[in-house]
C-alpha cells in the first residue's frame, strides 16, 4: 500500500518573491494534497526546536516546496517550512517537510 491514499488535506504554498525593486511579498505558488500531523518532542530535539511547535508534512515528490516557503492549512494556520527531504525509494516516494510556527 501507498502512502498516497493519507494525502487528504489541502495545503497552500505561499513563496516570498520580488514585486517591484525593493518590494516582496509571499505569492501562492501552489496548492498540494498532504497528510500533517504533530512532530515528536525526540525529533524536534533532533533538529534543534525547542520552543517553537513542529509538524511534518508528507506530499508528492513532484510538490514544488522549498525550505522558507508558508505552507496554510484549511483552517488558514501558517506554518513555516523548515525543512525539505525527498524520499524516493520503494513503494512509498514522498517529500517530508518539516513545518513550524512562524515567530511574531
Known sequence: MSIHRFFTKAVIIRRL????????????????YSHIQSLSREARQRLGILEERAWILWTDTESNINEGDLAIDEYNKEYKVREVTKKDYGVNQHLEVILEEPSN
Open 17 to 32: 518573491r520580488t514585486l517591484t525593486g525593493r518590494k516582496k511579498a509571499f505569492q501562492s505558488t501552489a496548492t498540494v
